[in-house]
């Protein structure tokens, strides 16, 4: 069994012999982190070609302007979910060829306890009642943009933008901001501190 995260992070494994790995450097994490944007990037234009495809061999010969390929629900949802397992399982790999810590470790791979669970989602209703009261009150905006509007009529599958705006895309920000980037940097700016020290 892993040992259990504490309050700054995941426990560091202090089996004798055993000294407890590192992230990648910052210039590394960077670097490796551009390469996920740039795959990313590179998924979501393979869908886009994909999706467009047909069209083009029907005859059809006007190019979608960018206005319209942005406020394209199905596309968006098509996107997302199939690009968001190339942005997570890359971080998975590179957190793998990081030799002495654990991919769990890494990523912050943990369930977090009930107590937390409760106040983190209290805290979520909280910022989401005062974004949207700025939102209304201070900036006089609509609560829902036009193009969220656009993007669920023109969705043609409601359940796939769901999935990828709630699931998909969420996991995947998750696996390369907070799991893979955040703590490369962190781990680089404690090891700069502890210089200082």
């Given at each position: 069994?892993?040992?259990?995260?504490?309050?700054?992070?995941?426990?560091?494994?202090?089996?004798?012999?055993?000294?407890?790995?590192?992230?990648?450097?910052?210039?590394?994490?960077?670097?490796?982190?551009?390469?996920?944007?740039?795959?990313?990037?590179?998924a979501q234009s393979a869908i886009l070609v994909a999706y467009l495809a047909p069209d083009f061999l029907r005859g059809r010969q006007?190019?979608?302007?960018?206005?319209?390929?942005?406020?394209?629900?199905?596309?968006?949802?098509?996107?997302?979910?199939?690009?968001?397992?190339?942005?997570?399982?890359?971080?998975?790999?590179?957190?793998?060829?990081?030799?002495?810590?654990?991919?769990?470790?890494?990523?912050?791979?943990?369930?977090?306890?009930?107590?937390?669970?409760?106040w983190f989602c209290l805290a979520l209703v909280a910022f989401a009642v005062a974004s949207?009261?700025?939102?209304?009150?201070?900036?006089?905006?609509?609560?829902?943009?036009?193009?969220?509007?656009?993007?669920?009529?023109?969705?043609?599958?409601?359940?796939?933008?769901?999935?990828?705006?709630?699931?998909?895309?969420?996991?995947?920000?998750?696996?390369?901001?907070?799991?893979?980037?955040?703590?490369?940097?962190?781990?680089?700016?404690?090891?700069?501190?502890?210089?200082?020290?």
């Amino acid at each position: 069994l892993l040992p259990p995260p504490t309050a700054s992070g995941p426990a560091e494994d202090t089996s004798p012999g055993q000294t407890p790995g590192r992230p990648w450097g910052v210039w590394a994490t960077v670097g490796l982190t551009l390469s996920i944007a740039v795959a990313y990037v590179l998924a979501q234009s393979a869908i886009l070609v994909a999706y467009l495809a047909p069209d083009f061999l029907r005859g059809r010969q006007a190019v979608p302007t960018v206005d319209e390929i942005g406020r394209d629900g199905l596309l968006l949802s098509l996107a997302t979910i199939f690009s968001a397992p190339v942005g997570a399982g890359l971080c998975v790999l590179f957190a793998w060829l990081r030799r002495g810590i654990r991919v769990r470790d890494y990523l912050g791979l943990y369930r977090p306890g009930l107590r937390a669970a409760i106040w983190f989602c209290l805290a979520l209703v909280a910022f989401a009642v005062a974004s949207d009261l700025v939102t209304t009150r201070v900036m006089r905006q609509p609560l829902v943009p036009d193009v969220m509007v656009d993007l669920y009529r023109n969705a043609r599958v409601p359940a796939l933008l769901w999935l990828a705006i709630v699931v998909a895309g969420p996991i995947a920000e998750e696996f390369i901001f907070r799991g893979f980037l955040f703590t490369g940097l962190l781990g680089a700016t404690r090891v700069w501190w502890r210089s200082l020290a």
